[in-house]
């Protein structure tokens, strides 16, 4: 109820004031600092804009996007990442970033914002007080990310991925094991496959360059180690969360996947984008190249394109469904909320 109240005074304050004006509105409704996020999520879903620091002239873009109305099942096929990056949370404190939020300059900035210090390197059992202390923001991403494999086989609008959720229910030994399950499958029911996936990592431009023209350099100029490059280079699609040792997958492994196109993108509806449009930047020219090649494609965002038209369409669903399960609608928000302040996102996709 205090949710729904705070969406309604930020929905009848839109035509009075800023973003920040309405943040502190929202805060004021909420009463608690740290439910904060959860305001600035409504905000942001309202789909409140600045218009005076819109970074695309929307005069073509509106024409030419479409909407929730021509959205197909193969829109949902990042469902896949709200479950496996959702769970794995890029954004949040945990062993898999460990060691980039311990370099230079992440270091000192995590300990003058009064981060607390990370517990010793040998502490992976989540039972652990010292891990549970260092890493509970990652344990909220991953609730809402094992939350939304429980209810995805409900949820789901297309009747042959449901089917195979359930019984990918009754065949998960763990949660994590779950999320995996149910990842593989939100790609395969709807068309999806790792050999479908080309990353175009953090720039956006790699998934249009030969893997040779690919390199990484330090901050004078000077190339990374050989086989930094080669590793950067041979990355794939995050499809699984551990090693076979049992160790979590790190930023230095998955990081080219910030940015990523489907060979079969132009089989997309609300989010088509056909192969060689990918990436938000793709060659130089910045904002500029970007506005140019809005006509070619519905988004430059695959990935959120995907994660906003599941939100829709799995939220029709949980408010039709109501009567059968009557909390369907705040499992599923508060799965997203989880999900989406992990980092799920990338910080770029």
Not at 219 to 225: A, K, Q, R
Not at 249 to 262: A, K, Q
Request: include cysteine; hydrophobic fraction near 40%.
């Amino acid at each position: 109820l205090t949710l729904a109240k705070s969406h309604l005074a930020t929905s009848l304050y839109l035509s009075t004031g800023s973003i920040q004006s309405m943040i502190e509105l929202c805060a004021t409704q909420f009463r608690f600092h740290n439910l904060l996020l959860g305001c600035v999520f409504l905000i942001g879903v309202s789909g409140i804009r600045d218009e005076n620091k819109r970074l695309v002239d929307q005069t073509n873009v509106e024409v030419k996007a479409d909407g929730p109305e021509t959205m197909n099942e193969m829109d949902l096929f990042n469902i896949h990442d709200l479950l496996l990056v959702g769970y794995w949370a890029p954004l949040t404190k945990g062993p898999h970033v460990r060691k980039r939020a311990t370099s230079p300059p992440f270091d000192t900035l995590l300990f003058a914002n009064g981060i607390p210090g990370w517990p010793a390197e040998n502490v992976a059992d989540p039972e652990n007080a010292a891990y549970k202390e260092a890493y509970a923001g990652l344990s909220e991403a991953r609730k809402g990310a094992v939350t939304l494999a429980n209810i995805i086989s409900v949820l789901h609008p297309v009747q042959k991925c449901r089917e195979q959720f359930q019984k990918n229910m009754a065949n998960a030994k763990s949660d994590e094991e779950l999320v995996e399950k149910q990842a593989a499958t939100a790609w395969d029911c709807v068309g999806v496959s790792e050999e479908n996936v080309r990353l175009c990592g953090f720039s956006g431009k790699e998934c249009h360059m030969a893997e040779e023209d690919i390199v990484l350099k330090h901050e004078n100029g000077t190339l990374l180690p050989a086989e930094e490059i080669n590793r950067y280079r041979n990355q794939k699609a995050l499809t699984k969360l551990r090693h076979e040792d049992g160790t979590l997958l790190t930023w230095e492994e998955v990081e080219r996947y910030r940015n990523f196109e489907l060979t079969n993108g132009d089989q997309l509806g609300a989010c088509y984008q056909p192969l060689g449009t990918g990436g938000p930047v793709h060659e130089e020219g910045g904002w500029e190249n970007f506005k140019g090649r809005t006509g070619g494609r519905k988004t430059a965002w695959l990935r959120a394109c995907s994660y906003w038209s599941a939100f829709h369409a799995l939220a029709l669903r949980a408010d039709a469904l109501q009567n059968e399960h009557n909390d369907m609608p705040n499992l599923l928000f508060g799965s997203i909320v989880r999900i989406i302040a992990g980092g799920a996102l990338f910080c770029g996709g």
